[in-house]
């Protein structure tokens, strides 16, 4: 009977230890203070709120190359800016956007100016047009939270499709356009970061709710290093390469202040052998929300990988 008991006894060591052993092999996790995680959150808060302010940018560039048409002349102009130009030089005109004061909603404060230089021939209706966008001191404050980003840099910007942003809905589907170039970003504790830039913009007009609105879907056209599908890459606030790929195109609604409502991106440092996945569209319970819809998100979704380590958190868009 004893040596019974002692066989069973054997028996329950050696599961117990193998599940031990098992459990310290690999190790899945929500709790994101057990290993570094820290980068990973910061490149992709970094990511998340310098595309918005790119694309908002690029977004006032594109309106003002466009003539009023169907809609009032300053309805899509940026708030508390000044727009003037200098005379033609060498057959090129270089056109100023100077902001001084909180965007149309409020939400932000912006400061320094956006050159865009165009060749005096060049029309930005037809397919192929190709202008020259220059950030200068561009520097966006978010109101809530007094963070802010500083933007030097030139961007080119091409109208692939051809067609004025106010045709949108009435006498073009969507506008397609490709945006490259190469962007320094020096954030307000002065740690800097360098982007490179490769993606294709497409607008469209859709109805949400009972109103029109703006939707714009982002697809990465970058390579470098080996990998495809690029929408950024270059050197973190940590001195570390990385590389953002858009495995499911971005879509950011004009009704949702442009944030990421749905759409997945794919962010690696290999150097430290860390990977996430980001999905966005999630709301405040962190429960995914129809891209369709018309509620906003607030926060998104980031699972991670580091070594043989791997977790999940959600982080809010702003």
């Not at 570390?240 to 962010?267: H, L, R």
């Amino acid at each position: 009977m004893k040596t019974n008991n002692l066989i069973r006894l054997s028996a329950i060591l050696v599961i117990l230890l193998g599940l031990i052993f098992t459990g310290c092999t690999k190790k899945t996790t929500t709790d994101t203070t057990s290993s570094n995680t820290s980068s990973l959150q910061q490149l992709t808060i970094d990511e998340n709120n310098m595309e918005n302010n790119s694309d908002e940018a690029m977004n006032d560039a594109n309106a003002v190359l466009s003539p009023g048409g169907l809609l009032k002349s300053s309805e899509l102009l940026p708030c508390n800016a000044t727009i003037d130009s200098t005379p033609v030089h060498n057959d090129t005109i270089t056109i100023y956007i100077r902001y001084h004061g909180y965007t149309c909603n409020n939400n932000k404060y912006i400061t320094g100016n956006i050159e865009i230089i165009k060749n005096i021939n060049t029309n930005w209706h037809d397919p192929g047009a190709t202008v020259f966008v220059k950030f200068i001191d561009f520097k966006v404050t978010r109101v809530a939270t007094q963070k802010s980003m500083t933007f030097n840099g030139t961007k080119t910007f091409v109208n692939v499709s051809g067609g004025f942003i106010w045709q949108l809905g009435y006498q073009i589907q969507a506008l397609v356009q490709r945006v490259t170039g190469a962007i320094q970003v020096t954030f307000d504790d002065n740690s800097i970061k360098t982007w490179n830039i490769n993606k294709q913009r497409t607008l469209t007009r859709v109805i949400i709710g009972t109103n029109a609105h703006l939707l714009l879907t982002i697809d990465g056209l970058g390579s470098a290093d080996g990998y495809d599908k690029l929408i950024d890459w270059g050197v973190n606030r940590n001195g570390e390469n990385f590389y953002i790929q858009i495995t499911q195109s971005v879509i950011m609604k004009e009704a949702c202040d442009w944030d990421p409502s749905c759409g997945i991106e794919f962010f690696q440092i290999p150097a430290k052998h860390k990977s996430e996945t980001v999905t966005f569209g999630y709301d405040s319970s962190n429960n995914l929300l129809p891209c369709d819809g018309d509620i906003c998100p607030t926060r998104y979704r980031v699972d991670w990988t580091i070594n043989n380590q791997s977790g999940t958190f959600f982080l809010p868009l702003h």
